[in-house]
């Protein structure tokens, strides 16, 4: 964390070259890789955690900042997005890394400050203001019960350490406080119901703020539920909330097939792909845990794919309704090749690592209870027909004489072909791990 710091201050007061900060960003990787492959950190291992959870997550951030970046390129980067971006970075490897629970919640709530700005600079509309108090109150909402959740916590145990329930027998704060845990970090994910802030700050951001949005700020939801697992009682949890979770999971994926704008459309697909996380977390199962952490990384990676691709037809076609955009097959066969692999990838098909994660996501529904397997069945086949959908009504439908005139520039198009080309390859590595 020092070395990013250092890094950080370093690029906002001495460049503003965009290739200095994405060249010191991949130097932070291999940084990371390094203390996760060595002892030299064995030592700070009471402030930061290097396990398996950090460590994905923190790819994940790498992977998404960049190819978000570079969509951003067209702003002609100065000081202002470098320090955007810088925040963004610091707060969420802070997030991701911390063992502390008051640093936690401290850099969880700073990280709401970049993406704040993104929306209010760069935003699209007028409305973007109050997408921006939405986002806020909904957070605050659920953050102030959970300050005196925590100094509950610190009174009982004597400290703010993720690992100080582990020197406790079955330690949990009870029913009322473990709800305001569930809903503290459910309202990051989000769960339906929690959910109306996202799709609004979605059409409001711009494309490269909606990446950073679905790829990493959805991602701390699921990141806190871990860290507080000893905090909470589960099985309360599960007896109170799964009936409402395994309904509206299959709800929040009808929602997704009556969406005419593809922004929505992908916004809600957020939504309807991380309702599963908490269904996984309650199952509290080495494989229901491996499965969450899969579902994070693999959407924090190609739900940036999706809304690159957004983008870039919203650049040739000036609209996002899928009635209007037609005959993509014509005008780019490289483009609808992309798409073509973004659906599979979406869809968990082989030989995609994401695969792996919805096998372990149905084992998973049915050691929890034989009824949520039918909703797990429910919820692919519908998630197949939204898909389908905008696929074939984008690429494989007939194209207008209008449609020919539109030219893909290579400014536009450059960042989603690196995109594809940092996240297949790399996620197939997953493999190997």
Known sequence: ???????????????????????????????????????????????????????????????????????????????????????????CVGVFTTSNLFSFIFIYECSLLPILYIIIKWGSYPERSMSAVMLLVYTSVFTFPFIAVMFTIYSLLGSFLFMAPFTAQS?????????????????????????????MAHVEAPTFGSMILAGILLKLGGVGLIRCTDYMDVVFLKDTLFGYLMVFLVYSTLVCAFQSDFKRLVAYSSVSHMMAVPLLYLSNTIISLKSLLMIMLFHGLS??????????????????????IRGIMLLSPLLSFLMIVAFFFTMSA????????????????????PMLLYSFLFFTFLSLVYNLNWLTSMIFSSSTSSTLTFNLTFSSFMPLVLSFFFCIPLSLLFYMM
């Open 303 to 324: 739900s940036p794919v999706l809304f690159m691709i957004v983008g870039v037809l919203y650049s040739m076609f000036s609209t996002r309704q899928l009635i209007m």
């Open 1 to 91: 964390m020092s070395f990013l710091l250092v890094i950080s201050f370093f690029t906002l007061f001495f460049g503003t070259n965009p290739f200095l900060f994405i060249t010191l960003m991949v130097g932070f990787w291999f940084y990371f890789q390094l203390s996760h492959l060595s002892y030299f950190v064995s030592n700070l291992n009471f402030l930061y955690f290097c396990d398996e959870l950090s460590f994905f997550m923190v790819y994940m951030t790498v992977f998404v900042l960049f190819t978000s970046f570079m969509y951003s390129l067209y702003l002609q980067p100065g000081l202002k997005i470098n320090m955007v971006y810088i925040l963004m970075l610091v707060f």
């Open 350 to 369: 082989p030989p995609f690592p994401s695969f792996v994660a919805e096998v372990y996501f149905m084992i998973s529904c049915f050691y929890i209870s």
């Open 171 to 199: 330690f949990n704060v009870g029913p009322l406080m473990s709800i305001i845990i569930f809903f503290t970090f459910s309202v990051k994910l989000p769960i339906y119901g929690l959910h109306f802030w996202l799709p």
